[in-house]
Nanobody, 123 residues
Framework: QVQLVESGGGSVQAGGSLRLSCAVSGNTYSSKCAAWFRQAPGKEREGVASIYRGGVQPYYADSVKGRFTISRDNAKPMVYLQMNSLKPEDTAMYYC????????????????WGQGTQVTVSS
């Protein structure tokens, strides 16, 4: 079992920054891959970024490349999503997720989820 607890969401104006945090506990094998997904009202859940425990091969969706950075602190252990140059279209509920592999971008392939944290970007 893996437990994930997100924090750090909020409201910000376009161009601003937020950092999301995800506290990870439980089975380390099942949380080898950590990812951030987001879901806006009326839209499907989409993968934003993912990273292995070793910090290699981070993945970013095209829509956030160059603006968002995913990182891990395995000593704590925590997963972060630094979001810069935020846009109104980034408004969504953001979820931390974990899986044994980062090979898939599909939400159904991630077995562990946090409760979500809301990010709202106003223009």
């Amino acid at each position: 079992q893996v437990q994930l607890v997100e924090s750090g969401g909020g409201s910000v104006q376009a161009g601003g920054s937020l950092r999301l945090s995800c506290a990870v506990s439980g089975n380390t094998y099942s949380s080898k891959c950590a990812a951030w997904f987001r879901q806006a009202p009326g839209k499907e859940r989409e993968g934003v970024a993912s990273i292995y425990r070793g910090g290699v091969q981070p993945y970013y969706a095209d829509s956030v490349k160059g603006r968002f950075t995913i990182s891990r602190d395995n000593a704590k252990p925590m997963v972060y999503l630094q979001m810069n140059s935020l846009k109104p279209e980034d408004t969504a509920m953001y979820y931390c997720a974990a899986a044994a592999s980062c090979g898939s971008r599909r939400p159904n392939d991630f077995g562990y989820w946090g409760q979500g944290t809301q990010v709202t970007v106003s223009s």
